[in-house]
């Protein structure tokens, strides 16, 4: 782990925020487009993330041919999405918007085509505008075999990230869906 992933002398230990998903709650996609969690992604990763306790959670995708890199096997682009996935889904449980800073991950072993990978996640610091987590992948079942892991580092950041960097189209008509809740999820997505 790089120093750049240690939380400093200070940080805080994360705090739910009171209106975050109840335990055991599905989280449900951020925004229909997202290639991680979205429905309207025909080759996505359609990965599902459920609330955990604290400032945690749990998610799952299931490994396709689409996902594919060397014949039978995940490309490890792939199982990275996954995990950056499953980690910028906690900020969901702090309720703020943040962006990828920082992700490192361990391929421990291959994830074939057709696996489940279990994938948990945590945040274990926070300092300012700074979210330390980590996630570990499973395959066989959540309490299989380590295939990957990871530990990041999120930056909070304002709307205005996404407004001023994103294609106007789809951030205008983000702003004018009428739910609040799918309005402010559309942004909790990587830089």
């Known amino acids: 782990m790089s120093t750049a992933l240690t939380p400093p002398a200070g940080a805080l230990p994360p705090v739910r925020h009171p209106d975050a998903p109840a335990p055991g709650e599905l989280l449900g996609a951020h925004y229909e487009h997202c290639f991680g969690c979205g429905g309207e992604q025909p080759h996505g990763l359609h990965l599902e993330a459920r609330?955990?306790?604290?400032?945690?959670?749990t998610a799952e995708f299931t490994v396709?041919?689409?996902?594919?890199g060397a014949p039978g096997l995940a490309h490890g682009g792939v199982l990275a999405t996954a995990l950056d996935e499953t980690l910028g889904s906690l900020n969901?449980?702090?309720?703020?918007?943040a962006v990828t800073g920082r992700l490192e991950t361990d391929f421990v072993r291959p994830v074939p085509v057709d696996t489940v990978l279990f994938l948990e996640a945590e945040v274990t610091a926070v300092s300012g505008r700074k979210i330390y987590s980590r996630a570990t992948g499973r395959i066989g079942g959540p309490d299989g075999p380590v295939a990957v892991r990871a530990e990041a580092l999120f930056i909070e950041v304002k709307v205005d990230h996404f407004i001023d960097n994103g294609r106007p189209a789809e951030i205008q008509a983000a702003m004018a869906d009428p739910d609040q809740v799918r309005r402010a999820r559309a942004f909790e997505v990587n830089p």
């Open 92 to 97: 969901w449980l702090l309720r703020v918007i």
């Open 64 to 68: 396709t041919a689409a996902h594919q």
């Open 51 to 57: 609330a955990g306790e604290g400032v945690s959670l």
